[in-house]
């Protein structure tokens, strides 16, 4: 699914949580400068690749097909949500659902491909890095305790996925406040470069090894 000119320019006000790793240099697809170029304008967005493609285009069939086999209700999820500490703290979120009740939480639908890294490490009740940053910027955001990543398997080499013979896991992953302070601090340090127009010197952050310490204690739990 495609979106508009007033949708980038919203996203170019903050950073979302496919931001974040490549703020800390953790992102195989973008470096921290690509970022800063992006929400200073200096380039405008790049169109999706048929990953992200095939991620968008089947987000409902992920939601619909954890509902069904966990029995857990999926509502709406939240589109430009800014942290509670904004504008010092540019994060915003956009979620693909919530899982209602007294103590909500953020669900995130992704799709991947079978004996890819992100699955294997997916199988292995793990959350890749990237997927980890991602997920934890939004539990700051909406100020939630826990979330589900479900991803959707499916083969390699085509697209067109009948989500009936994909494999579906879900992963509940709790919130980490070390790993959230940290995201906030190099958020907040990262759009002071985009104010003051000074691109990031920066590769990797020097925050990297704290963050991934950070995550590596963070609660996971096989949903499905």
């Known amino acids: 699914m495609g979106h508009d000119a007033a949708w ?13 790793a490549a703020i800390f240099g953790l992102s195989s697809w973008k470096k921290p400068l690509d970022i800063y170029r992006l ?7 790049s169109n ?21 086999d966990s029995g857990m209700p999926v509502t709406d999820g939240h589109d430009f949500l800014r942290h509670h500490q904004w504008p010092r703290v540019r994060l915003q979120a956009n979620t ?13 639908a992704k799709t991947t491909t079978r004996h890819s890294r992100t699955a294997d490490t997916l199988y292995e009740d793990m959350i890749p890095i990237y997927y980890a940053t991602q997920v934890q910027g ?60 000074r691109p990031p010197r920066w590769t990797r952050h020097n925050l ?14 096989r949903v499905l």
């Not at 929400?39 to 967005?45: L, S």
């Not at 999706?48 to 069904?68: H, M, N, P, Y």
């Open 8 to 20: 980038h320019a919203k996203r170019r006000e903050g950073i979302g949580g496919s931001d974040i």
């Open 39 to 45: 929400k200073t304008g200096m380039e405008g967005p």
């Open 48 to 68: 999706a690749g048929a990953a992200a493609a095939r991620g968008s285009r089947l987000e409902g069939a992920v939601i619909k097909r954890f509902v069904l």
């Open 96 to 108: 693909d659902g919530t899982i209602p009740g007294d103590d909500p939480g953020v669900f995130e």
């Open 138 to 197: 939004y539990l700051a955001a909406t100020d939630y305790s826990w979330g589900v990543l479900a991803a959707m398997v499916g083969p390699a080499g085509h697209n067109e996925w009948d989500p009936h013979q994909c494999d579906l896991l879900a992963l509940r992953f709790e919130r980490n406040d070390t790993a959230i302070q940290i995201i906030e601090e190099v958020v907040e340090e990262f759009w002071a470069h985009v104010d003051d127009r």
């Open 208 to 221: 990297v090894q704290d963050l991934l310490q950070a995550l590596r204690w963070t609660e996971v739990e």
